[in-house]
């Protein structure tokens, strides 16, 4: 009895041993995720960022001469309030609109940016400075630098004359910091030279740095623009943001003197730097504020403050695990042993490493978290990371893709909440159109341009009409209240955050829209596709035309989700049939030509550049949801021509433009496709940390990415609908993604080997049906709020 007692705990013992390893702390086992190096960056495009939404620090990791270049998303030159909309108006319009119907495209093109673009600033956000650390280390061995994008910090480590010296960094969300912390081994300690600078503005001093006592080194500013012109006419120099940026040092053992203008360790064992940051656009009294943030963690130490940092990090990043392995790539484990641009670099050399694609999904989701949280600004083109006094493209906000691709990722990887500062910055663009909607164009309603800034100034701001005189960005940013409401079905969200935008789109579009005479239907005009432009029937290089492809897909889009948003919320009114009629008379945005391809523009006209990045007319389909291959073979093999084409005649140069094929390729279900120009990305677009390359440096292209694999794994965009795997390419034979969302409020982990789906466990906040398809195979699902279903294919459906 005694042997069968002892061999029940045994047993026991054995079976909680196998339980507690297998499968509760399954995730505290999971291995960290780094990007790590042999080297210190050479260049900003290899230093490694940290950002906590609103400040953000990239890392170089310099022995002699440490380099922290430092970000805050409110750095921009002034608004002003004398910058009026332009002086065009409905009658002026009207005049674009004659000048079309007459085929003066070249007329049309001119006028529209003659009256209606404002030649004024157009404004850059602008670096925060620098933190230099000055060592005197020599003899450099055991370099290692890397980013853990699993808690969000950054480890430097190496042997000065044999002794080892470590700087970790991170960007603290709950403490408002960025906080850094200095080790040695040496006998003598660190000896090394703390400053703050900025670049100057066209050879201006932008800032005073001051020792203002001991260990605290102040950097006080305000963001300036001076010089240049724009159509010919001078910049005015502008002031801006006012800031402070404060320094405080901790230290163990030796000395922390003061400069004029630093501050200087001696012979300190371990230093604890915190730097805290504010401006006067988000406080009125920004320097008190600064005070009060550095009081609140000055007396915290490095390991408490970062305890609480990484809680509040993975709290959102460890939602989502997502696990990649092929018979024809060496294994993961093995290659995370080589630095990170090397196996970057094997990848260019024709090299297949799925724990780099897998690695750079989550970078995705890794830089989002750090450059958009909540009470934070949006991501702009560079997210948060920009060292220029004036950026490319300014860092600003391009709302004919660049803005929104920021954004696709967020909810299907289960950051919804992320998209808040999108949506509160799209509010002010939505008030602030209000006026130009009707003092410019006559239309009730609001209208959004297609590039704005910190200040949201909804005017168009172009010398040409081909890339500045887009009329569609209004509609494609109320796709994002829509998505936000289909992934969610949050009413409360729909009724007072979502409608509202939607509503004032709608109704511009609806006083926007006009007859063509040609054929009676609805069209947009003066319309065009974003920074493309056609042969007209003159032999003219033109830009407006009546009724291009995407802006017709956009307002049918827009006028759908309206009548849809009523319809759940019970409204019912003349506008509301008028919609529906209005939508019921739009010309077609699909319409295939002669070729078999989609039109861009409102007639088959000579493109000079068959190959351009942009694949606008493509909108419907991607990022829109109005294609499908069941419901419109035809227009979905016309797609799939499109591309094939664009491709053909050298499309995607740019790496936004490659993450945009990435989703499409999804989208036609064809995974061969998306891996193709997964592979393309890496070898063309892709700097050593990984940051997407226009060239130069855009986040979008990286946040693309990140959808773009999302989509190869799951869609839900079909109503009613759910693809398990729709484009798993060969390379993934095997592997987990766990966590992703679907519209309905479902959350999915699924799981396959040898390339076939094993299982999907799938949970819902909500009583929902739907079909669920796998390789074609459909299954009728019933989910309870609050339950799990575990679909496990037979092996016929296999």
């Known amino acids: 009895m005694q042997n069968y007692n002892r061999l029940l705990i045994n047993c026991a013992s054995i079976l909680f041993t196998f339980l507690f390893v297998t499968c509760s702390p399954k995730e505290k086992l999971k291995k960290d995720i780094t990007l ?129 010296v470590t700087e970790q960094v991170f960007v603290s969300h709950p403490h408002k910091a960025i906080i850094i912390q200095l080790t040695s081994e040496a006998p003598e300690g660190l000896n090394a030279k703390i400053r703050l600078s900025r670049p100057k503005d066209k050879g201006f001093e932008t800032v005073k740095v001051l020792s203002t006592e001991k260990n605290l080194l102040l950097m006080q500013g305000e963001v300036t623009q001076r010089g240049g012109k724009f159509n010919s006419e001078p910049y005015p120099i502008l002031n801006g943001v006012k800031f402070e940026t404060s320094l405080k040092i901790n230290n163990e053992g030796g000395l922390v003197e003061r400069g004029e203008k630093y501050l200087e360790l001696k012979n300190v064992k371990k230093a604890t730097i915190y730097i805290v940051s504010n401006s006067s656009y988000y406080f009125k009294s920004y320097q008190e504020q600064n005070k009060l943030d550095m009081e609140a963690i000055a007396s915290k130490s490095f390991d408490a403050l970062k305890k609480e940092h990484v809680k509040d990090y993975q709290r959102l990043y460890s939602r989502v695990d997502l696990q990649l392995n092929s018979a024809n790539s060496a294994n993961s484990a093995n290659l995370d042993t080589i630095p990170t641009d090397v196996r970057l670099e094997r990848v260019k050399n024709g090299a297949n490493d799925v724990g780099l694609q897998a690695l750079l999904f989550q970078y995705g989701r890794y830089l989002l978290i ?294 499409c390729s999804a989208r036609l279900l064809d995974g061969e496709m998306a891996y193709e120009h997964i592979q393309l990305l890496l070898k063309k677009s892709m700097s050593n940390n990984l940051f997407d390359l226009h060239p130069p440096f855009q986040i979008d292209g990286n946040f693309g990415y990140t959808a773009g694999v999302s989509e190869m794994l799951l869609q839900s965009h079909e109503e009613n609908t759910i693809r398990i795997l729709p484009a798993l390419p060969k390379s993934w034979d095997n592997g987990h993604i766990k966590g992703l969302k679907a519209r309905g409020g479902l959350t999915l982990d699924v799981f396959w080997s040898n390339h076939q789906l094993d299982k999907a466990i799938i949970s819902s906040k909500n009583d929902i049906n739907f079909n669920l398809v796998y390789k074609n195979k459909v299954e009728p699902i019933k989910i309870k709020a609050g339950n799990t279903f575990i679909y496990e294919p037979s092996d016929d459906k296999k």
Request: hydrophobic share 35%.
């Open 36 to 164: 790590w190096y042999k080297q210190p960056a050479n260049n900003w495009n290899e230093a490694l960022p940290l950002g906590n939404g609103k400040i953000g620090a990239m890392v170089f990791g310099n022995t002699s001469n440490e380099r922290i270049q430092l970000n805050d998303d409110s750095m921009w030159p002034a608004d002003n309030e004398n910058w009026n909309e332009p002086e065009g108006d409905k009658n002026d319009l009207k005049e674009i609109r004659k000048l079309l119907f007459n085929g003066k495209n070249e007329e049309a093109d001119k006028l529209f940016v003659d009256k209606f673009s404002r030649k004024s600033v157009i404004r850059s956000h602008q670096t925060l400075g620098d933190l230099y650390i000055d060592f005197d280390h020599q003899n450099i061995s055991d370099y290692k630098r890397e980013l853990n994008i699993s808690n969000a910090s950054s480890t430097v480590s190496y042997k000065t004359n044999g002794s080892l």
């Open 370 to 663: 750090g450059s958009s949280r909540q009470g934070s600004n949006p991501a702009n083109l560079q997210g948060l990371w920009n060292e220029h006094i004036e950026a490319p493209w300014n860092a600003d906000y391009h709302l004919n893709i660049n803005l929104q691709m920021n954004y696709w990722l967020a909810d299907v990887t289960n950051l919804g909440e992320l998209n808040n500062p999108l949506f509160d910055y799209i509010d002010r663009l939505v008030e602030n159109g209000k006026v130009t909607a009707t003092k410019n164009f006559g239309c009730s309603g609001t209208f959004i341009p297609h590039a704005t800034d910190l200040w949201a100034p909804t005017w168009l701001r172009a010398p040409t009409a081909y890339w500045g005189c887009s009329v569609g960005a209004g509609g494609w940013m109320m796709q994002h209240y829509w998505q936000h409401y289909e992934f969610t079905r949050d009413k409360t969200f729909l009724k007072e955050r979502a409608f509202p935008a939607i509503q004032e789109v709608a109704k511009f579009y609806s006083d926007w829209i006009i007859e063509d005479p040609r054929d009676g239907t609805l069209i947009s005009a003066p319309s065009t596709s974003p920074e493309n432009r056609f042969v007209n029937a003159e032999g003219k290089l033109v830009a407006t035309c009546l009724g291009s492809a995407m802006d017709q897909q956009i307002i049918y889009e827009v006028f759908g989700n309206y009548i849809k948003a009523c319809d759940i919320l019970n409204i019912s009114n003349d506008f509301v049939e008028k919609v529906k009629q209005q939508q019921s008379r739009l010309r077609p945005g699909f319409v295939i030509g002669d070729h078999g391809r989609i039109l861009e523009w409102d007639r088959a006209y000579k493109e000079p550049e068959p190959g351009h990045r942009h694949m606008s007319h493509l909108y419907g389909f991607h990022p829109g949801t109005s294609v499908s291959k069941d419901k419109n073979p035809d227009i979905f093999k016309a797609v799939k021509k499109t591309l094939d084409y664009r491709l053909a005649n050298g499309g995607a140069g740019t790496g936004w433009s490659r993450s945009w094929l990435i989703n």
